[in-house]
């Protein structure tokens, strides 16, 4: 059974970075099926960055996702945080969530 933990979120003032962590618990294949998500506040949840490397348009060039397969973790690196940015970070891999984590960018 696989089990995904977040951490890392917080409150950052708008152009500031935050950089979230996912451990995964369990075996899956690889540490590429595990995706970035986010919700927002009254919208749907939507893809942030795939574990293959697709990100959302409105991210492209500002956030990074990477691997540590030593300790099984998958990490999102946000940079130039803005407002629209906030919203609860979870992480994913094939019918696995975890249970979020809050960002909120705010002055």
């Known amino acids: 059974q696989v089990e995904l933990v977040e951490s890392g979120g917080g409150v950052v003032h708008p152009g500031g970075s935050v950089r979230l962590s996912c451990v995964v618990y369990?075996?899956?294949?690889?540490?590429?099926?595990v995706s970035w998500y986010r919700q927002a506040p009254g919208n749907e949840r939507e893809l942030v960055a795939s574990g293959s490397g697709i990100y959302a348009q409105g991210v492209k060039g500002r956030f990074t996702i990477s691997r540590d397969n030593a300790s099984k973790t998958v990490y999102l690196q946000m940079n130039n945080l803005k407002p629209e940015d906030t919203a609860v970070y979870y992480c994913?891999?094939?019918?696995?969530w975890g249970q979020g984590t809050q960002v909120t960018v705010s002055s």
């Open positions: 369990g075996n899956i294949f690889s540490l590429y099926a």
């Open positions: 994913n891999c094939p019918g696995v």
